[in-house]
């Protein structure tokens, strides 16, 4: 099955239409696994080099997180997990939470996996707005409209074993974001992403914390000039971050 995590726009008609349809949970299921094999490929501090991803900048680094980049070195060499992006790269962000001041996991949970698309007209700027225009499973399968529409995938993750502690589990979720077809509205520039967001509880082994992950493949559409936009990205990407953080604070 070729991996959903693809730049051209799904047909709402084409998806499974209900939960209960035998379909649903291969598709879910489909889009999980290609979703883990992407955040996974990234290098970590014990597998810095790669392939298939260049480090970049680090943002936000007199903050209390710092936000690492990444970016795919060629769009001919897509990283494990990816569909078609037609000739774009992916971009990266990890950034992982520690200390007293740091959202729990259950702030991440209520941010990121419940109304995701709500929640983020909140705290990033640029979202003015989030609409759903379709639900096929409340609270994990859904579509919303802005100037990109998009399906949205919210699902949280079978916990994990500890390493250091026999007793405990740790937690995790998964937001992964597809583009479907949907008649653009006046005014509006249609823009295209595929994304995933994948956050989890870090073992003490580890170091403990949260663990924030995100990767993007874009394409604004309009008059944008790809060179440009895939240039910016990095540091776009970067700045939801700190602003997540202060709208969690807020709360």
């Known amino acids: ?37 992407l ?9 810095p080099t790669s392939d298939r991803w260049a480090a970049g900048k680090t943002f936000q680094t007199g903050g209390p997180a710092p936000v690492h980049t990444y970016s795919t070195r060629s769009a001919a060499q897509p990283p494990p997990g990816s569909g078609e992006t037609e000739g774009l790269r992916w971009h990266a962000r990890k950034s992982v939470h520690r200390g007293e001041s740091a959202p729990s996991y259950e702030a991440f949970e209520r941010g990121l996996l419940r109304d995701h698309s709500v929640n983020e007209a909140k705290y990033i700027e640029s979202c003015t707005e989030a609409r759903k225009i379709k639900v096929i499973n409340e609270g994990e399968l859904e579509g919303a409209n802005r100037d990109f529409t998009f399906l949205l995938l919210t699902t949280p993750l079978p ?18 974001s597809l583009p479907v077809e949907h008649p653009a509205e006046k005014g509006y520039v249609r823009g295209r992403y595929v994304s995933v967001e994948h956050v989890q509880k ?9 663990e924030w992950v995100m990767a993007v493949s874009s394409s604004a559409g309009g008059m944008v000039p790809r060179i440009i936009s895939e240039k910016v990205m990095p540091s776009k990407i970067s700045e939801d971050v700190p602003s997540f953080i202060e709208w969690v604070r807020k709360q």
């Open 39 to 47: 955040v996974t490929s990234l290098p970590s501090p014990t597998s």
């Open 202 to 210: 870090l073992d003490e082994a580890e170091g403990g914390g949260i």
């Open 1 to 37: 099955m070729a991996s959903p995590l693809r730049l051209t726009p799904v047909k709402l008609e084409a998806l499974p239409q209900s939960s209960s349809e035998p379909s649903y949970q291969s598709y879910v299921d489909a889009a999980v696994s290609a979703a883990l094999d």
């Open 159 to 176: 916990p994990r074993p500890s390493a250091s502690d026999s007793a405990r589990t740790l937690r995790s979720f998964m937001v992964i």
